[in-house]
């Protein structure tokens, strides 16, 4: 009976493994990389070696490994926050500001707060990290509700916005003394500071985006609030007539979703930066925002769609030295995966 129980599970995992979105996604991204390797070759460079310098640089070596693990955690946060304001049909490009609202909170909190125990100090910093962010969103949800704003337009300006008032506080009010003119606030204590991991520069804000995107994935698909989440999403009127309280749920996911990339923001300036300063992200928000839609906006394959990436991304830098190519050859790459990765998805509905 146990070898028959054990049989049934390996099935089970064989079909879920073989099942149509996780073949278009593998299919997808094999075919970027394809294209990506002819416009290598057509260019004079050997694909194949430059292939193999990006696994050498990322998943070959302890190091590259570990920055993988550092670009996951800013992916995978920004991500959900598209993700879930995706269920109930919203669209959240805001991802960006709410990571720099989310770190200047927290940065607020380590610089002024008066705490002196990490067992404090970082739970403090991660609320008001959250709380950052979700107060960026609602000023795009208010918006919404009090001129009908499209979101969409709403949180990429306020992208911008944010980056702004950001800096009005790191060259003004915050900023160091002791900097050499350098705009960054002073450096934070050890109290607030995310613990390293296993001696590298990878820390404990992985722990907190894989737990962010196991709580979303269980809330979003396994309770009643995420069943009518959906409802939501699927048809705004249908969900009404059964009672469901639309604006209430519009209201929460779009609040959620600017907290989860606030937290982006607290744990670059916690695990990383260990204080503030201008560009503090590169781009984080918005890559995010891809890998959520490379994902399906399903939070256990953002955490693959945010691996994938942090690789590119990781080994970009490695393509620049070693096949000679300009920074934004690896925007290419990952736009051409994007474009796939929805064009397949598209072409399986239409089929059906």
């Known amino acids: 009976m146990a070898s028959l129980a054990a049989i049934q599970r390996l099935h089970g995992w064989a079909v879920q493994l073989t099942a149509p979105p996780l073949a278009r ?58 993700a879930v304001p995706a269920k109930v049909g919203l ?30 100090m970082l739970p403090a910093m991660i609320a008001a990290g959250f709380i950052g962010g979700a107060i960026w969103a609602g000023v795009a949800l208010l918006l919404r509700v009090w001129r009908n704003l499209n979101e969409v337009i709403s949180t990429l300006l306020l992208n911008f916005v944010a980056v702004l008032f950001v800096n009005i ?14 705009p960054y606030t002073p450096d934070f204590s050890a109290a607030a500071t995310l613990p ?12 907190i985006a894989l737990a962010a995107a196991l709580v979303c994935y269980l809330v979003l698909g396994r309770t009643r609030w995420g069943y009518n989440m959906r409802a939501v999403g699927g048809n705004v009127e249908a969900a009404r ?8 749920y519009l209201a929460v996911a779009m609040l959620v979703g600017g907290g989860l990339a606030g937290l982006a923001g607290m744990s670059e300036v916690a695990g990383i930066q260990h204080h503030l300063r201008p560009g503090i992200s ?34 970009g830098d490695v393509l620049q030295i070693t096949a000679n190519l300009p920074s934004a050859a690896i925007y290419i790459l990952i736009g051409l995966m ?7 998805k598209k072409t399986s509905r239409e089929g059906a």
């Not at 590169?282 to 945010?306: E, I, K, M, R, T």
């Not at 994007?338 to 064009?343: E, I, R, T």
């Open 241 to 248: 007539r059964q009672g469901i309280p639309v604006a209430r």
């Open 282 to 315: 590169s781009d984080f928000g918005y890559l995010g925002f891809l890998a959520s839609w490379l994902a399906g906006h399903n939070p256990l394959a953002l955490v693959g769609a945010a691996f994938l990436l942090a690789v590119i991304f990781v080994g």
């Open 91 to 120: 669209i959240n490009v805001g991802g960006e500001g709410q990571l720099y609202l989310g770190a200047w909170a927290a940065t607020g909190v380590a610089l002024y707060s008066g705490l002196s125990s990490p067992w404090l």
């Open 196 to 207: 390293a991991l296993f001696g590298t520069r990878l820390h404990l804000g992985l722990a």
């Open 25 to 82: 996604a593998i299919g997808g991204v094999g075919i970027a990389l394809f294209i990506f390797g002819l416009f290598l070759a057509a260019t004079g460079r050997n694909p194949l070696s430059a292939y193999a310098a990006l696994y050498s640089s990322t998943l070959g070596s302890r190091t590259g490994l570990s920055e993988v693990g550092v670009f996951m955690v800013p992916f995978i946060l920004t991500g959900l926050a598209a």
């Open 169 to 182: 506080f790191v060259f003004g009010p915050w900023k160091s003394s002791g900097g050499f003119g350098y």
């Open 338 to 344: 994007l474009f796939l990765v929805l064009g397949l």
